[in-house]
């Protein structure tokens, strides 16, 4: 009697397992006829800013309802302290003055590259950072979307190294947001801030950083038809942000993400458990798979709460109505089906082979992994793609992580029923350009590494 109660139990679990993976692989319920289980209707969203994914292109209906989560929505009310918790440079945040000296190239381009870096504008406190978890996030934004940093900082335990684009007078518009922040979240001492620019567009700050409002930053945020990137149509050097903000951490280990992706509570230490402190292998990364939400739901931390949220409808993994083959790493079923394991661990080892070539997977890895493509800019698309191939050339083992996630936010992503004329000839010399790029890197690896035919394009 007790193994049929067991079977009788653990059947409909795995049915109600299976319906929610299904939801999240079709973009459907797969229901069966006598279910009672009910999905919520997938609703549209609006972006509130300018998406660094490749998504940014695509617009959203109308919402379900307000949205959950801003950046520093939960300091809303809260008044900026007089004391920093950040450590400047070169004068800022009141002045900006440096030597030429202090400008170094981009990692990949080096003399070559029509852009200039001056790092470490912000220093984290290294004798405080040193106790932590030694992981960095690495991180990249424009300067209208520097606030998000406070969500990443007050989530992420290691350190953070995060590369701004700042042309011109964007800077100024940076600048302010990062005070703010530092004035408002005391988890900001872990954040090292580096500024990446035009050589021809040195950083300036103008007088936007006398503004004031409160710790939610409403005052300083979603400001993109203001900055000189939009006004002069400057595309964004996305790959050559991600490359200054992994090259000039501190730590061994690094995970390059966006700014919007949100980690799981404990993501950072929990992974440097699971490793037993043990120094990086190279060619070995650990895979955070993606998801997102709606931007009417909190963010979930744990991954009870995001299967809570799968279940409900509310959430599906990132760019599922975008570009299914981005984000759909190999074993997602099974990670949906297994309940929160209360701890990071391994759930699977894969490569990036076909049928899984077009993957572009968020990791944790190493300041010595092959670099970005620093030509490819963020309006071309793809912009990962060629190095997810020297990857698979070099027999890179992925392991993807289970307990471990990061969320999108706001909003969960879909394409436009019609884009508008003037968005699609906008891009579309840019995406042309990146595709250039990318076949003639692809024909440059090929010659230099052993041939891999499973390693396809």
């Given amino acids: 009697m007790r193994s049929l109660a067991r079977k009788l ?28 289980l009910v999905f919520r209707n997938d609703g549209g969203v609006p972006t509130l800013d300018n998406s660094h994914t490749n998504s940014q292109q695509d617009h959203s209906a109308a919402a379900p309802g307000p949205p959950a989560y ?9 008044q900026p302290r007089n004391e920093s918790a950040c450590k400047w440079y070169y004068g800022l945040p009141d002045i900006l003055s440096y030597p030429s000296s202090r400008l170094i190239w981009s990692p990949e381009l080096g003399e070559k590259s029509p852009y200039r870096v001056l790092p470490f504008v912000l220093h984290g406190a290294a004798e405080e950072t040193d106790r932590l978890p030694q992981v960095t996030l690495s991180t990249h934004a424009t300067a209208d979307q520097v606030y998000g940093i406070v969500e990443l900082a007050r989530r992420w335990e290691g350190p953070l190294s995060l590369a701004v684009f700042a042309p011109g007078l964007d800077a100024g518009l940076a600048v302010a947001q990062l005070d703010r922040a530092c004035r408002c979240e ?41 900055t000189e990137r939009r006004k002069r149509s400057m595309t964004y050097p996305i790959n050559v942000a991600r490359n200054v903000a992994r090259t000039v951490a ?26 037993h402190q043990r120094p990086p292998k190279i060619g070995v990364v650990f895979v955070v798979p993606v998801f997102e939400i709606e931007s009417n739901e909190p963010p979930p931390t744990t991954k009870r709460e995001l299967l809570a949220a799968c ?5 599906v993994y990132f760019h599922r109505f975008l570009c299914p083959h981005c984000q759909r790493f ?73 307990g471990a996630f990061l969320v999108h936010t706001p909003g969960i992503k879909r394409k436009a029923r019609k884009a508008s004329t003037v968005t699609q000839e906008f891009f579309r010399p840019h995406e042309r350009r990146n595709a250039r790029i990318y076949q ?17 394009q």
């Fill in 330 to 402: 190999p074993g997602l079923t099974r990670w949906l089906i297994r309940p929160d394991p209360g701890r990071i661990r391994p759930l699977i080892v894969t490569k990036r082979e076909y049928p899984h070539h077009r993957w572009e997977p968020v990791f944790v890895g190493t300041r010595d992994d092959p670099l970005y493509t620093e030509e490819m800019s963020w309006e071309g698309k793809q912009d990962k793609m060629a190095q997810m191939f020297e990857m698979c050339l070099l027999n890179y083992r992925l392991v993807v992580l289970d």
């Fill in 70 to 78: 801003a950046a520093g929505m939960y300091m809303a009310g809260q």
């Fill in 311 to 315: 279940r409900a409808g509310l959430a």
């Fill in 250 to 275: 501190n730590t061994s280990r690094v995970m390059v993400s966006d700014i919007e992706l949100l980690p799981s509570a404990r993501l950072a230490s929990g992974f440097m458990e699971m490793v």
């Fill in 440 to 456: 003639r890197v692809i024909k440059h690896l090929i010659k230099r590494y052993p041939i891999n035919r499973r390693c396809a």
């Fill in 186 to 226: 005391p988890a900001m001492y872990k954040v090292s801030v580096h500024l990446v620019f035009p050589a021809g567009r040195p950083p300036a700050l103008g007088a936007i950083g006398h503004t004031q409002g409160d710790c939610a930053a409403s005052d300083l945020q979603w400001r993109q038809a203001e």
């Fill in 9 to 36: 139990l653990v059947w409909p679990t795995l049915v109600l397992s299976l319906l929610v993976a299904g939801r999240l692989l079709f973009g459907r319920d797969l229901r069966l006829p006598t279910s009672t």
